[in-house]
């Protein structure tokens, strides 16, 4: 247990490093960040005076080690765009991410268990065939055409909730919604077909025999034992929707990282997109580790390497 | 033999679906009823079904430009259907290989593609997909090397547990026992063995990829207009969703359709090809 946190520790710097490096390059390498700096109608002196003093003529590997040293301190320089510290830029849009996500989490875990618990149990039912739909459905449909239709139904037909932007428990609705369908489709399935096999072991059949009522076989017994993989899957789906609520965030208008980050692509803001990658290199380690953790404690079978 | 052919029909709906797309997407340039690019300025935003100004009918509507959606859908799967094609036969093959390499002799080199792996699940696609355009520019050849390089993740994990696996064999260690070279054990052997997961695999990565490309040209990272494609159609339609939701909405249909008919066709050939798992 303990030898498997110190090797995660051990290797998270290595694992952040790696990223930061080959997004740096990767970045510096698609264009000139002084053109961004300056008007359009600058003059070619002014650009090169722009372009020493914010040190990038020198050499791209110096540059690259006074970024790296900087950034070990938290430091990746000032947003080229809103003139202030890209660190804090991105702090200023993780609360919105984080809301949405924590949300879409909830919901979706609120409705992938009793929904794949329930498919399984009564397999066959109508309740399997919808959750099957459901499933389905949610991993076939882009995620933006979803986010259309839901503004188109209950935004501009039904005038239930707002079109976008964020404010109150209302604005969080339709896209807590888009998110979640999307990210418990995979999850039913799981747990459904977690479940199935589960079912079939012989210590259920010992449970039934002695006299257990199905719904204790199903929910102690069963259940159980299929937290470990439902948990893996549902912390990697985490990872990816902190990350990857990019198209919703755009969709609906929620002021997020992933909606600032694209824009500071598209406007070569270097130092906030470095600043967002770090970050989420930060979450996605910690979410594997605590992951690991829960593993081990969940399911003892699960011996280190 | 009814029980079996119900069970069997989403998958059979999912492959005539793939099939009517990609026979779109061959014959498009016959089968448009209206030039795709062509606008139309008093044809603008005409409802499905609709007749315009010079007598034919917009079975589909028009867009706020008075392109013709119909035309535009049916030239844009072949933007999708030749993106998810090439990308997933590119991580297919990169991802394969470097499974089975990685998996039959580990050492250094499984180390190293296990650390990529990592740290490729590390970063959002979206974002990578978006420096990488910032870095090659945009267009249909570098969208099929974003998502075909982001791809092959997937295969080289289940290559390598399945080579991992199958080495151990009996019918593995009786060839190394009769002299059989490793090269010939990896692609006369283990490598058939692979086959079916691997082509299920594939069949599920093509709607991943239609997304994927979907997305980038909703993101205006994709191909770029005025060749038309369906996330980008999307996109242009997303202003008008209260004035004129069939510019969005029929487009957005035409992906899930897709994607929708290669994930059903690819558990229907699952049943077929790799029975043991669900």
Not at chain 1, 104 to 126: C, D, H, M, N
Not at chain 1, 264 to 285: E, G, Q
Not at chain 2, 238 to 254: E, F, H, K, S
């Amino acid at each position: 247990m303990s030898r498997i946190i110190l090797k995660r520790v051990l290797q998270a710097p290595v694992a952040i490093f790696a990223v930061l490096t080959i997004v740096f390059f990767v970045l510096n390498a698609s264009g000139d960040p002084t053109m961004v700096l300056v008007s359009p109608d600058a003059t070619p002196d002014l650009i090169e005076a722009m372009r020493t003093k914010m040190g990038f003529d020198r050499p791209l590997y110096e540059q690259f080690f006074l970024f790296m040293k900087s950034a070990l301190q938290g430091d990746f320089g000032i947003s080229f765009r809103e003139k202030q510290p890209a660190f804090q830029v991105v702090l200023g849009y993780f609360p919105a991410t984080l809301q949405l996500a924590a949300c879409a989490a909830l919901l979706s875990t609120v409705i992938s268990v009793p929904l794949g618990v329930f498919s399984a149990w009564y397999r066959g039912s109508w309740i399997d065939r919808f959750s099957t739909a459901y499933s389905v459905l949610g991993q076939s449909m882009p995620s933006f055409w979803i986010g259309i239709i839901f503004i188109l139904i209950f935004s501009v037909k039904l005038g239930l909730t707002p079109v976008g932007g964020r404010g109150g428990f209302s604005h969080l609705i339709l896209p807590s919604l888009v998110l979640a369908w999307h990210f418990s489709a995979v999850l039913v399935r799981l747990v459904r077909s977690s479940l199935l096999e589960v079912l079939n072991e012989n210590y259920i059949r010992t449970a039934r025999a002695k006299g257990a009522p199905e719904w204790k076989v199903v929910w102690k017994h069963a259940f159980r034992n299929i937290e470990a993989p439902t948990l893996t899957v549902w912390s990697l789906q985490l990872g990816a929707l902190l990350t990857g609520a990019v198209v919703t965030e755009i969709i609906f208008s929620w002021p997020g990282i992933g909606r600032a980050m694209i824009a500071a692509v598209l406007d070569r803001d270097y130092p906030v997109v470095l600043a967002a990658i770090f970050i989420f290199t930060i979450i996605y380690l910690v979410i594997n580790l605590v992951t690991d953790i829960l593993n081990r404690l969940l399911d003892p079978r699960i011996k280190d390497e | 033999m009814t029980h079996h052919f119900s069970k069997r029909l989403p998958g059979v709906v999912g492959l005539v679906l793939v099939v009517v797309i990609v026979l779109c997407a061959i014959f498009a340039d016959v089968l448009v009823p209206r030039n795709p690019t062509a606008q139309s300025l008093r044809d603008r935003m005409k409802p499905p079904a609709v007749e315009l100004s010079n007598g034919s009918t917009a079975w589909l509507g028009t867009d706020h430009l008075g392109r013709d959606i119909l035309s535009r859908i049916i030239k844009g799967a072949q933007v999708s259907v030749s993106v998810a094609a090439s990308a997933v036969l590119i991580s297919g093959m990169v991802g394969t290989l470097l499974g089975l390499i990685s998996g039959y002799y580990g050492g250094w080199f499984n180390t190293i593609v296990m650390r990529v792996i990592d740290i490729q699940l590390g970063i959002p696609i979206i974002l990578f997909g978006i420096a990488w355009i910032t870095l090659f520019g945009a267009g249909l050849f570098s969208v099929i090397l974003v998502i075909g390089v982001w791809g092959w993740v997937k295969y080289a994990r289940l290559v390598h547990v399945m080579v991992l696996s199958l080495k151990e064999r009996q019918f593995i260690q009786a060839s190394r026992a009769l002299g059989a070279t490793d090269l010939r054990i990896l692609f006369r052997h283990i490598a058939p063995n692979l086959l079916g997961p691997v082509i299920v695999l594939a069949t599920l990565q093509i709607g991943e990829a239609v997304l994927l490309e979907s997305t980038l040209s909703f993101l205006g990272v994709g191909i770029r207009p005025p060749t038309p494609t369906w996330g980008s159609m999307v996109a242009d339609g997303r202003g008008y969703v209260d004035t004129a939701w069939w510019i969005a909405v029929l487009p957005g249909a035409a992906i899930g359709l897709f994607v929708l008919g290669s994930n059903l066709f690819g558990e229907l050939l699952r049943d077929y090809l790799d029975p043991k798992t669900e």
